[in-house]
């Protein structure tokens, strides 16, 4: 089974920038739409962004929209998440994952080949 890798979490401080990557070794993105998804402690895990891999207008959370850019490379075969103005309740472990549907899901059920996630942590 595939499961894809996040990079690039962190601690950073409010207002500061990063970027998660998303990866699948040996694995090439086929599938539909490739999503990214947080989870804080004590809460549901939340939809954070998603896009389609032959590109169109992406879909973003309410809580990071205009903050997060989410984008693919369909040559490195990466998936990415810019994170810009970052704020302390954007801390969880984020993740991404596929979904083989050609429709946009906020559903973290609708979705497959999840990777391990990483940890981003914003300071206020």
């Known amino acids: 089974q595939v499961q894809l890798q996040e990079s690039g979490g962190g601690l950073v401080q409010a207002g500061d920038s990063l970027r998660l990557s998303c990866i699948g070794p040996?694995?090439?993105?086929?599938?539909?739409?490739m999503g990214w998804f947080r989870q804080a402690p004590g809460k549901e895990r939340e939809f954070v962004a998603a896009?389609?891999?032959?590109?169109?207008?992406?879909d973003y959370g309410d809580s990071v929209k205009g903050r997060f850019t989410i984008s693919r490379d369909n040559a490195e075969n990466t998936g990415y998440l810019q994170m810009n103005s970052l704020k302390p309740e954007d801390t969880g472990v984020y993740y991404c994952?596929?979904?083989?549907?050609?429709?946009?899901?906020?559903?973290?059920?609708?979705?497959?080949?999840w990777g391990q996630g990483i940890q981003v942590t914003v300071s206020s």
């Open positions: 896009i389609w891999w032959s590109g169109g207008t992406p």
């Open positions: 994952a596929e979904r083989n549907h050609p429709t946009f899901s906020r559903l973290a059920q609708d979705y497959v080949n």
């Open positions: 040996g694995h090439t993105f086929s599938n539909l739409v």
